[in-house]
C-alpha cells in the first residue's frame, strides 16, 4: 500500500474531505449556539379583520435565542390555532428578524349539518373550505346558510355560485342552501318580494339542477310573478322535480 501512489492519494483525499466535514459540522454547532446572532424582533404582517391580535401576541411571546437556531415550527402551530387564521408563512429576514404574514379566512357562508340546524356551526371561506369562529361572530355576519353532510362544504358553496347567477335576472339570493343526506338540493330565496320563496330541486339525474332551476327562472315572471303581493312573512313552496313544469304550495291556499 505504502508504494502504490494511488492508494495514498485516495487515503490522502478521503481524510482531507472528512476533515472538512468534521470542520464544517462544528462550525454549524457553533453558528447555531453562538451569541452573536441574536433574533430581536418578529414583525406580523396581513390584513387582519377578525383574527384577535391579542392572541397572536401571546402565541408569538417567548420567541427568541439564535437567529439561526430558533425552532419556527411550534409557532407555526400556535398560529394556525387563532381563530381566523387561514395560513401562515414565516420566514427569517437577516439579521435578527422573523417576518411572520398570516392570511384570514373570508367568510362565505355559515354552516349547518342539516336541513334543521338553524344555529351555525361554523364558517365556510370563499375557498370552499370550513373554518371555526366564535358563534358570537358567526351570527353577526350577513351570510347565507349552508347545511349538508360532512365534507361537502365545497360542492354546497361551488353549487352556490351556480344558483346565485342563474337567479340573479330575477334580482334574488338564494339565502340557504340544503344538500340533504340523500344530495337533494332545497334552496330558500332572498330579495322576494311575495314572501319567502322556498325551491325543492331534487337530485341531480338527466337533467342538473340548475336546468330544472334556469326553467323556473325563465317561467317566473307569467306565473309566480303575476301572484299579488303576500305578506314577507309567508312561504311559497315551489316543487321543481318536474320534467315538464313545476308544483306550488301557497300558505293561505286550499288549492
Same mark, same amino acid.
Request: hydrophobic share 45%; aromatic share 10%; net charge neutral.
Given at each position: ?19 472538512l466535514v468534521?470542520f464544517?459540522?462544528a462550525?454549524?454547532?457553533l453558528?447555531l449556539?453562538s ?5 430581536k424582533?418578529?414583525?406580523v404582517? /396581513?390584513? =387582519? ?9 401571546g @402565541?408569538?411571546e417567548?420567541v427568541? *435565542?439564535?437567529f439561526? !437556531?430558533?425552532?419556527l415550527?411550534?409557532v ?6 387563532v381563530?381566523?387564521v387561514r395560513?401562515v408563512d414565516l420566514?427569517?429576514v437577516?439579521?435578527?428578524r ?7 379566512h373570508v367568510?362565505?357562508?355559515r354552516?349547518g ?5 338553524l344555529?351555525p356551526?361554523g ?6 373550505e370550513p373554518f371555526s369562529?366564535?358563534i ?9 346558510q349552508?347545511?349538508?353532510p ?5 360542492e354546497?358553496?361551488r353549487r352556490y ?9 330575477l /334580482?334574488m =339570493? ?5 344538500l340533504?343526506?340523500?344530495y @337533494?338540493w332545497q334552496?330558500?330565496? *332572498?330579495?322576494?318580494q !311575495?314572501?319567502?320563496l322556498?325551491?325543492e330541486l331534487?337530485?341531480d339525474g338527466?337533467?342538473?339542477v340548475?336546468?330544472r332551476?334556469?326553467r323556473?327562472?325563465?317561467a317566473y315572471p307569467?306565473s ?8 314577507v312573512n309567508?312561504?311559497?313552496?315551489v316543487?321543481?322535480?318536474y320534467?315538464?313544469g ?10
Amino acid at each position: 500500500m505504502w508504494d502504490n501512489p494511488r492508494l495514498l492519494n485516495a487515503a490522502a483525499n478521503f481524510l482531507i474531505g472528512l476533515a472538512l466535514v468534521l470542520f464544517g459540522y462544528a462550525g454549524l454547532q457553533l453558528l447555531l449556539r453562538s451569541p452573536l446572532f441574536p433574533l430581536k424582533e418578529i414583525v406580523v404582517r /396581513g390584513d =387582519l379583520k377578525h383574527a384577535d391580535r391579542g392572541e397572536i401576541a401571546g @402565541a408569538t411571546e417567548g420567541v427568541g *435565542g439564535n437567529f439561526f !437556531a430558533t425552532d419556527l415550527a411550534p409557532v407555526r402551530e400556535r398560529l394556525e390555532q387563532v381563530a381566523w387564521v387561514r395560513r401562515v408563512d414565516l420566514r427569517r429576514v437577516w439579521p435578527d428578524r422573523i417576518e411572520v404574514t398570516l392570511e384570514e379566512h373570508v367568510a362565505f357562508a355559515r354552516w349547518g349539518q342539516d336541513a334543521g340546524d338553524l344555529q351555525p356551526r361554523g364558517l365556510v371561506n370563499t375557498h370552499g373550505e370550513p373554518f371555526s369562529a366564535p358563534i358570537a361572530d358567526a351570527m353577526a355576519l350577513p351570510l347565507p346558510q349552508f347545511a349538508g353532510p360532512a365534507g361537502s362544504e365545497g360542492e354546497v358553496a361551488r353549487r352556490y355560485r351556480n344558483f346565485a347567477e342563474r337567479l340573479a335576472p330575477l /334580482g334574488m =339570493l338564494p339565502e340557504r342552501v340544503v344538500l340533504t343526506p340523500r344530495y @337533494a338540493w332545497q334552496l330558500r330565496l *332572498g330579495g322576494e318580494q !311575495a314572501g319567502v320563496l322556498n325551491l325543492e330541486l331534487g337530485r341531480d339525474g338527466a337533467e342538473t339542477v340548475e336546468q330544472r332551476l334556469a326553467r323556473f327562472v325563465a317561467a317566473y315572471p307569467e306565473s309566480l310573478g303575476r301572484l299579488p303581493r303576500r305578506n314577507v312573512n309567508e312561504h311559497t313552496f315551489v316543487d321543481l322535480r318536474y320534467p315538464n313544469g313545476f308544483a306550488l304550495r301557497v300558505a293561505g291556499w286550499k288549492s
